[in-house]
């Protein structure tokens, strides 16, 4: 399925620029702040993780863990090295998932000046979104998204993800043309086009330790694959067998502007401010 764009900010050029977790650099990941922000700044779509809490409510988090980006330890000392899908959605209510980027500022936007103090302030007690909220805000405006399904850890591994996400989408009436799944768990994706042929998948490859590190027999149409295991050489041989290309996660200008010369049809990135620049500049023309 080609996926068209119904927002008026569809690009001129067949390269869209999707925001990486929301705008990554700039806010809390997989936060609202952050797909507001990667909206605001013009990216062409949003690429998110979804995962679920023990009590099956689907939220977006890309850890197992929730040490990295919440405040667990303070609020949850004795659990905080348990996974996120052994907490309810009550008990994730509790937890800030915004203060810690402005502690440590993980990619030095803050100490770059690119972020202003009433974001800052703002960025504190942000708590992890429901899916149902983004997938909301997302088709109001009439944007992009691409949900990445998690492998999900215990207690929660045999969730069924992929019907409760199907069956959120169809709820909400959530338009196939603006969307797509994309897993490292092939089988999620077999089961999507088995239940919806109508929408998007794409193949995750090139993790190491992930069992998916290469195209394989080149199943899938679309695969989003990691730019640092990929080269142009991979690209032409599946553009070639016909299949679209899409990399992650690209963050430097320059590889930007080689992998839309190698022909790529999305790049996802932690910097979309910097990917529109280049687009609107023609660069990547």
Sequence with gaps: MTTTMQSSRTPPSPLFN????????????????????????????VEVDVSVTADGELILFHDD???????????FPERSKDPVTSF?????????AGLWFVRSDPLGEIANGNV???????????QIPLLADVLDYVKNKGWYINLELKKLPPPQTGFPVVERVLELLDKIDFPS????????VFDYLRQVQRSRPDIEVN?????????VQDWGDFEFTIYNANSAYT?????KEALKRGCRVNLFTVNDPQQM?????AGVDKLITDYPQILKELILQEILK
């Design 88 to 96: 309810t959605l009550k008990e994730l209510r509790r937890l800030d």
């Design 203 to 211: 193949a995750l490859i090139g993790i190491p330790g992930s069992g």
């Design 65 to 75: 863990l929730l040490t990295r980006t919440t405040d667990v330890h303070a609020v």
């Design 231 to 235: 080269d142009e050489k991979q690209i």
């Design 257 to 261: 502007i080689r992998f839309r010369k």
């Design 116 to 126: 202003s103090s009433a974001e800052r302030l703002a960025m504190d007690g942000l």
């Design 177 to 184: 043309e603006d969307l797509a799944i994309s897993s490292f």
């Design 18 to 45: 999707i925001a990486h977790r929301g705008v990554r650099s700039l806010a809390p990941e997989n936060t609202l702040a952050a797909i507001k922000k990667a909206w605001h700044i013009g990216a062409h779509g």
